[in-house]
Nanobody
């Protein structure tokens, strides 16, 4: 059974930083693209970032460029979204996702729509408050 398990959420002050983890199991994710989405309270899910199979390509939403980074360690089947300079309006549940890829499709352009991803984690809550 494929599973993505997020961890690392919690309470952080405005301007603070938080590093999340997304551990994958149940299949080989080595060629899969990984995505990161947020869902603020009462709002639709929003794209945050995505990373290619080897970390060589990354895309970010305009609102987080320069503040958030995404990385991965395929040996550990884990992705690491990192958030810096968090804003008071950024509390949300953060989700990781995986898009199935093969050796032959591993370099296809990264996706930023929720419906383009195949596997999802349960989400981890991030609260920004002083």
């Amino acid at each position: 059974q494929v599973q993505l398990v997020e961890s690392g959420g919690g309470l952080v002050q405005p301007g603070g930083s938080l590093r999340l983890s997304c551990a994958a199991s149940g299949r080989t994710f080595s060629y899969d693209a990984m995505g990161w989405f947020s869902q603020p309270p009462g709002k639709e899910s929003e794209f945050v970032a995505a990373i290619s199979w080897n970390g060589g390509n990354r895309i970010y939403a305009d609102s987080v460029k320069g503040r958030f980074t995404i990385s991965r360690d395929n040996a550990k089947n884990t992705m690491y979204p990192e958030m810096n300079s968090l804003k008071p309006e950024e509390p949300a549940v953060y989700y990781c996702a995986a898009e199935r890829r093969t050796y032959y499709t591993r370099n296809v352009l990264l996706k930023d729509r929720r419906d383009q991803y195949d596997y999802w984690g349960q989400g981890t809550q991030v609260t920004v408050s002083s």
